[in-house]
Nanobody, 115 residues
Framework: QVQLVESGGGLVQAGGSLRLSCAAS????????MGWYRQPPGKQRELVAS????????IHADSVKGRFTISRVNAKNTVYLQMMSLNPEDTAVYYC????????WGQGTQVTVSS
């Protein structure tokens, strides 16, 4: 069973930046299309960005396009989400997982943006 560990969240003022990291047990992450998801308070989880196994194709949701950037370093078995120009609507618990049938969800990392 793959274990996912997200980190890098925190409390930041509007306009600030954070970089989230996602690490997985084993090396399977390097051969899988991965995504970053978020779940705002009281809302459903949504996909915000995805990246193919080679890192050559990325897709970002319209709500974060131009502000968030997904990337990966397969040698480190890690996927990143660079977040800039954060606003209060970005407040959520952020998770990583593969696209398609998900692995067990990690605990996520809380991102709170104050106005």
């Amino acid at each position: 069973q793959v274990q996912l560990v997200e980190s890098g969240g925190g409390l930041v003022q509007a306009g600030g930046s954070l970089r989230l990291s996602c690490a997985a047990s084993g090396s399977i992450l390097s051969v899988i299309t991965m995504g970053w998801y978020r779940q705002p308070p009281g809302k459903q989880r949504e996909l915000v960005a995805s990246i193919d196994r080679y890192g050559g194709t990325t897709i970002h949701a319209d709500s974060v396009k131009g502000r968030f950037t997904i990337s990966r370093v397969n040698a480190k078995n890690t996927v990143y989400l660079q977040m800039m120009s954060l606003n209060p609507e970005d407040t959520a618990v952020y998770y990583c997982n593969r696209l398609g049938p998900s692995w067990a969800w990690g605990q996520g990392t809380q991102v709170t943006v104050s106005s």
